[in-house]
């Protein structure tokens, strides 16, 4: 004998926002470090602006600095993605032992 709902469920309402904020903790960093630098090329002098990018972006140390940042994100992002996945698996293996436990309760009401 099936178990019978009473009512159907309605819609799934989503907490999503329909828009994407800027000003949050995750990129607080790069919005102040873009400020700082604005601000910085502002104030220098217009003939010096030239000299200070040059100096900035054709050095080694920013180079460098730039591939060891790509290796720490793209460890961080596997370290991320498996964690996430051991998570999720056992988020999965939960629910189904929680399924067959309540499966096994109503058979045995059915019974």
């Known amino acids: 004998m099936p178990v019978k709902m009473s009512e159907p469920a309605g819609p799934i309402q989503s907490s999503k926002r329909p828009y994407r904020l800027i000003l949050t903790t995750r990129n607080l960093s790069v919005v102040i470090t ?18 200070i990018v040059e100096i900035l972006f054709s050095s080694n140390t920013f180079a460098a600095i730039g591939w060891i940042l790509a290796f720490v994100f793209l460890v961080g992002g596997v370290v991320f993605s498996r964690t996430q996945q051991e998570i999720h698996q056992r988020e999965i293996d939960r629910l189904a032992n929680e399924r067959d436990e309540l499966q096994k309760i109503l058979i045995g009401k059915n019974k």
Do not use: F, Y
């Open 34 to 51: 873009g400020a700082a630098v604005i601000v910085a090329l502002l104030k220098a002098d217009p003939k010096d602006i030239p000299r």
